[in-house]
């Protein structure tokens, strides 16, 4: 008793009881226990005291349950973020994810690839059925990117699928590796597979799991389709069932989302303490003169941070009674010290606060209080930095701005520069292109705009709005970012300019698939670009609208571009690709030629002429165009492996063997060529050696569909069926519309004479893709009289395959080189 009288007094926690009990009694009752719930919510406005019931709560589950635990805020920017900090906080607790942060490490990599260097498209194609899957599911679910739920109805899932084929192949042209191009694609549907694994390992060893997600109101845009989908469908993975999850926002739960899921969910409704919860806190800061309480209770309106917040300093009834105290007043009306109170202010400046930026942001008499500041009840601790809440720091700003404006420029003007200068040394001299797309440049370089917002609205906003067009550049995440703290600075300095400004472009850049078309439109018409910045503008737009398939619309900015500045070798390339793209090869052999003309020496211009030959047939001329590339670098795996892929094409099995080979030889974990190389050594003959391989890239890459699908050919042709029908089995698992395992495991199906599932599974195919011309053709023969193809048991060249091996190839596409 007296362990959990001191424990409970140290925790400094007081009321709650009620929301403390449901949760307890939460874990007296097994999953299946239809009174269990599986999911909490709480909710309620701003400084009635989530996050401190939120710590709570983790703090119950570990300490009394012997729970596993992860808390997720708003500095968590997308679902794979949050899956971050979930991998992080797990394994200080001892429990590792390493299959899931291997994987995670290969997206950021890739992900940064993909962004800072022009990726080439593919050809064109019918949408693969993976795709057609992902459309339809994604049509009526598609709440992963904020806005597109509530269009699903009005969007033909056909184009939509036949568009996320094209923007494949266009990453295929960066990326060799098929699975590289999912991962980028759609790292949501990539990613969590591999997380709810690790997490059924763990729950497998602790009585539960307990996920905490804070400051929902933020995060919810985000992550609130994909939880809803880990709770409501098993396509993203099972989650184990002594999982509980726990959500904290200022508003209720949506019913139109979360109605279906009210028997499993427990809302815990916060409202401002009770009478009784807020004397209970002001007597345990030793507060109970009558008076002071009753003032305290009026001033805070019994929200938890405010009541806190006096009751450390609560005078005497007369200073109380004082009618003209402001909020801010009232925060700091107890301290005496004028350093500590100016430092307090200062303090409110930055958005968030480490000890290096208050000592920036404070006069030199207080770079020292950084430990007395985070004491203050009003600071919060998120992710190792300091923060004030909100409903303090609102008050402080407006307080600093009104009483001194020049004094509010000049500290504003301060941090900026301190930022920039922070800037510049961690990112070793990279421009704005280059250095969006990192976060030591683009973290100070936000805040160095905000700050500069805050200090001149009207001067800075030109420039902010200007760099906007590298951040839209460097991907629909950091533009939101970017976007979000023009909103936050306008209403920090009270700007309407820059508020609107922020708004507009927080909405324009709320589909994340448009990937800031429509922001860049907005600048490119409103915000008085001179002709230099309307190039950029119109270059970055071109390649967004590229991999939206919006292709006369790129072929048009890349024109205007050229227009203002014939030289811009981006614009250029990007009127290649395009072109390339929707199979004018000749047309983009030309653009090719223009981008030569402008860097006659660059290696990768020949590259993407051999790639562009290979894409169109031409493999005799790609082989010329490729070979002088290996021969000027024998170690570029990534000129090998491409042209390993034209041997293959051309049947000349051995040759493509041994590119291969070298392309691992020098590059041990490159996944593409190990698959590609175990189809090779299958072709011939060599079954052993293909299944090393592919144990090789499932041990890099768990849990891939085609590497399975693979898996099961090779066993297939080597007369091994029913190893085959496992290893389709696995592939089908994770991904039930992948149509070619549908008709390879088909094959195998009739091999064993098992005519009647054969049969079934290309009516699944053809339902699926009804273009899928070889499962419609098979599946005409079947019906009346069994297979006559699809038998081959030994292979002398790729074309022995059936026709859906195509559509295996396309999912992989070697990259352009680009």
Not at 405 to 419: C, I, K, N, V
Not at 600 to 621: F, I, L
Not at 732 to 748: E, F, N, T, V
């Amino acid at each position: 008793m007296q362990e959990l009288i001191l424990r409970r007094r140290n925790a400094g926690f007081v009321g709650r009881q009620r929301e403390l009990d449901a949760f307890r009694d939460n874990f007296g009752l097994p999953p299946e226990d239809g009174r269990h719930r599986f999911v909490f919510h709480v909710h309620g406005h701003a400084g009635v005291g989530k996050t401190w019931l939120m710590r709570r709560l983790e703090q119950t589950a570990r300490q009394e349950y012997g729970a596993l635990t992860a808390r997720v805020d708003e500095a968590a920017g997308s679902v794979p973020e949050a899956m971050a900090a979930i991998s992080d906080q797990f394994a200080l607790q001892g429990r590792e994810f390493t299959a899931f942060d291997r994987r995670l490490a290969t997206y950021r990599q890739r992900r940064h690839e993909a962004e800072s260097v022009p990726a080439a498209d593919g050809e064109r194609s019918g949408p693969s059925t993976g795709s057609m899957v992902a459309a339809r599911a994604g049509l009526t679910g598609l709440g992963l990117v904020p806005g597109v739920g509530a269009l699903a109805g009005a969007v033909d899932p056909v184009p939509l699928a036949e568009r996320t084929d094209r923007l494949r192949a266009a990453l295929s042209s960066r990326f060799r590796d098929h699975k590289d191009v999912q991962l980028v694609l759609d790292p949501v549907e990539t990613l969590t597979p591999l997380l709810v694994r690790e997490l059924s390992e763990a729950a497998a060893e602790v009585p539960w799991l307990v996920l905490l997600f804070d400051t929902y109101e933020r995060l919810g845009p985000l992550l609130d389709p994909w939880l809803r989908t880990l709770l409501t469908s098993e396509r993203l993975g099972t989650l184990p069932a002594n999982t509980v999850l726990v959500l904290a926002g200022q508003t209720r739960p949506d019913p139109g989302r979360w109605g279906e899921l009210a028997d499993v969910v427990a809302e815990l409704p916060l409202e401002p303490f009770t009478d009784a919860e807020a004397r209970q806190l002001l007597t345990a800061k030793g507060i109970t003169d009558e008076p002071v309480v009753r003032e305290v209770l009026r001033l805070s309106g019994r929200l938890p941070v405010l009541v806190s917040t006096l009751a450390e300093n609560p005078g005497t009834s007369g200073d109380l009674d004082d009618p003209s105290a402001t909020a801010v007043d009232r925060f700091l009306k107890w301290e005496r010290d004028p350093v500590r109170r100016s430092a307090a202010l200062a303090g409110a400046l930055p958005r968030r606060l480490n000890e290096d930026v208050f000592r920036a942001a404070v006069d030199e008499d207080a770079a020292e209080l950084f430990g007395w500041l985070r004491s203050l009840p009003f600071i919060g601790d998120r992710n190792g930095a300091a923060r004030y809440h909100d409903v303090v720091r609102g008050p402080m700003l407006r307080l600093r701005r009104t009483t001194s404006p020049q004094r509010w420029s000049a500290a504003h003007t301060r941090l900026a520069e301190t930022f920039a200068g922070w800037r510049e040394s961690a990112a070793g001299g990279l421009d704005a292109r280059d250095g969006w797309r990192l976060d030591a440049w683009s973290g100070p370089r936000l805040e160095e705009w905000y700050h500069l917002l805050c200090a001149r609205p009207s001067a800075a906003l030109p420039g902010a709005l200007r760099d906007g067009i590298d951040a839209c550049d460097a991907g629909p995440a950091v533009a939101r970012r970017w976007a979000s703290t023009l909103v936050e600075a306008g209403e920090d300095a009270d700007s309407d300019a820059v508020r609107t400004w922020g708004r507009r472009l927080v909405e324009a850049l709320a589909d994340e698939r448009r990937r800031g078309i429509e922001a860049l439109g907005l600048l490119l018409a409103r915000a008085g670009l001179d002709a230099a910045d309307r190039v950029a503008a119109l270059v970055v737009r071109g390649w967004h609208r590229r991999s939206v398939e919006e292709y006369d619309g790129a072929l048009e900015d890349f024109r205007r571009a050229i227009e203002l500045d014939p030289g811009n070798v981006r614009a250029h390339f990007g009127r290649a690709v395009v072109h390339r793209a929707t199979g004018d090869f000749t047309a983009a052999m030309d653009a090719l030629d223009g981008v030569a003309a402008l860097e006659p020496d660059s290696t990768w211009v020949q590259r993407e002429r051999g790639e562009t030959c290979r894409r169109a047939g031409r493999y005799e001329e790609a082989l010329a165009l490729l070979d002088p590339v290996v021969a000027a670098d024998p170690a570029d795996h990534v000129a090998l492996g491409s042209r390993g892929q034209t041997m293959m094409a051309l049947g000349r099995i051995q040759e493509a063997l041994a590119d291969f080979d070298r392309a691992i030889e020098r590059h041990g974990d490159y996944t593409w060529a190990l698959v590609r190389r175990a189809r090779v050594r299958s072709t011939l003959g060599d079954a052993a050696g293909a299944l090393d391989d592919l144990d090789r890239a499932e041990a890099l890459e768990p849990g891939i569909p085609g590497t399975l699908g693979e898996r099961g050919d090779v066993h297939r042709f080597a007369g091994r069926y029913e190893e085959a029908i496992a290893a389709y089995d696995r592939a089908l698992a994770l991904d039930p519309g992948y149509a070619w395992a549908l008709g390879s495991r088909a094959m195998a199906n009739e091999a064993l004479g098992r005519h009647a599932e054969a049969l079934a599974d290309l009516d699944r195919a053809v339902a699926l893709n009804p273009g899928y011309a070889w499962a419609v053709a098979q599946r005409a023969i079947a019906s009346r009289r069994g297979f006559t193809g699809g038998r081959t048991e030994r292979r002398t060249g790729v074309t022995s395959r059936h026709p859906s091996f195509r559509l295996l190839s396309l999912r992989g596409r070697s990259p352009a080189l680009s």
